[in-house]
């Protein structure tokens, strides 16, 4: 979610904090995965997140109506499985320090039993902190309390994000940057382990924005996704600056932990239709988690066909689980691929720039890819089938992209 305004100070004031390429304070926890339970998140969670249309005004209408609309629209027999409640569900905690839901939530229970009903999981949002980004209660003291909570009313899915954790532990024991590195691997652990030991499998998704290199620790606290980059918004330079973070991560990646570059904004703000594709495209050949953020009743029908697109959610949910890397630039074109199952291979060439009309001149190196041509494969977007050769001549316009299948590359 977007960062509450009262605590952006908070994360100014830790600095190094915000560095993904911090790696001071790495854990000395490990998770003891046994061999009889399944790959949590085997592949990138698909679904949609209430933040990015609702904000805090989300009610238990709304999650329900998000639910029916996944399924009148085609989008989980497209693969989106998780409905998932952003910040502003919690309440007051009792006397034994329970927490409760607020009056726009009045029964957990009954809401995560009719999402269940349309075959689809639950998600809930909560923090290492005493507060969430929008001021309400989190689980800083309560983590195995809350964890048993959610498993009792049947979530399937843990976002847990940041934000006021560093602001509590400067008032418990003020330390130095190494200390507040450990204290935030610790809280994050503390909660992973807490959802291991609930009874119910919960994917746990850490939002910290990619602070001290998450990916790699994450896995050992029983981290199923994390946060690599700060939030993505619906413009094409914040989704292009994310592209860019993305590149070197790709070795931590695999089935049942993924680098997560934040939910996606398809359809929302000024996007133009070849940006919304470069944005679907490129999550999925990262394999990102897809989790939409849009206005489900009123999708129009070129957002719907780029949200369902199967061959290209295939690419970002292959069970090979490598995450695609940049192989190359000319320019302003970049060209990445994803290594598949079954020896196939994703190409994806967009223009980069920064005119959203203008084509680029450009000649595709297959060798540069490690490739003879000529390569057959299918263009994803257009369903048509493409012949590749060195040297070729590709015109893409402006913040638009050619993503290709080859299935059988030379």
């Known amino acids: 979610m977007r960062l509450h305004t009262a605590f952006l100070p908070l994360l100014l004031a830790f600095p190094l904090l915000v560095s993904a390429q911090t790696t001071a304070a790495k854990p000395h926890h490990k998770s003891v995965p046994t061999e009889s339970a399944p790959i949590l998140a085997a592949t990138p969670p698909m679904g949609w997140n209430s933040w990015n249309f609702f904000a805090g005004k989300v009610t238990d209408k709304d999650i329900r109506n998000a639910a029916d609309q996944m399924v009148a629209t085609g989008m989980k027999d497209a693969g989106y499985v998780y409905i998932n409640i952003d910040d502003t569900w919690e309440g007051d905690r009792n006397a034994d320090g329970v927490l409760t839901s ?57 976002k847990y994000d940041y934000c006021s954790f560093g602001w509590d532990m400067s008032k418990k024991s003020p330390t130095d940057e190494t200390g507040q590195m450990r204290q935030m691997v610790d809280a994050y652990a503390k909660m992973g382990k807490a959802l291991q030991q609930s009874g119910r499998p919960i994917v746990y998704s850490l939002c910290q924005y990619g602070m001290d290199a998450p990916w790699e620790w994450a896995p050992a606290i029983g981290g199923n996704l994390w946060r690599s980059t700060d939030d993505v918004q619906a413009n094409w330079l914040s989704i292009y600056g994310i592209i860019n973070q993305q590149a070197g991560l790709a070795k931590y990646a695999g089935p049942g932990h993924w680098n997560d570059p934040d939910m996606l904004e398809v359809g929302n703000g000024r996007l133009s239709l ?25 999708m129009k029908p070129e957002i719907k066909a780029i949200l369902t697109n199967k061959d290209v959610i295939a690419i970002d949910q292959d069970k090979l689980g490598r995450e695609g890397t940049r192989a190359y630039v000319d320019g302003e074109v970049e060209v990445w691929t994803r290594h598949l199952s079954n020896g196939a291979l994703a190409i994806a060439v967009l223009n980069a720039g920064r005119d959203r009309v203008a084509n680029h001149p450009f000649h595709l190196n297959l060798t540069q890819l490690g490739l003879k041509g000529p390569e057959k494969g299918k263009n994803l977007w257009t369903g048509q089938d493409v012949t590749l050769t060195n040297n070729q001549p590709i015109e893409i316009k402006g913040h638009d992209i050619l993503l290709v299948r080859i299935d059988s590359p030379k």
Not at 108 to 136: E, N, Q, W
Not at 276 to 298: I, Q, Y
């Open 102 to 158: 607020n009056a726009k939530f009045p029964d957990m229970k009954a809401l995560a039993d009719y999402v269940h009903s349309r075959g689809l999981k639950l998600g809930i949002y909560s923090g290492p902190g005493s507060k969430t980004c929008a001021g309400f209660n989190a689980s800083l003291d309560h983590e195995v309390q809350d964890a048993q909570l959610y498993a009792s009313w049947g979530i399937d899915y843990l």
């Open 274 to 298: 070849a940006e919304n594709r470069t944005h679907f495209s490129m999550w999925a050949l990262l394999a990102a988690p897809l989790l939409a953020g849009n206005d489900l009743p009123n």
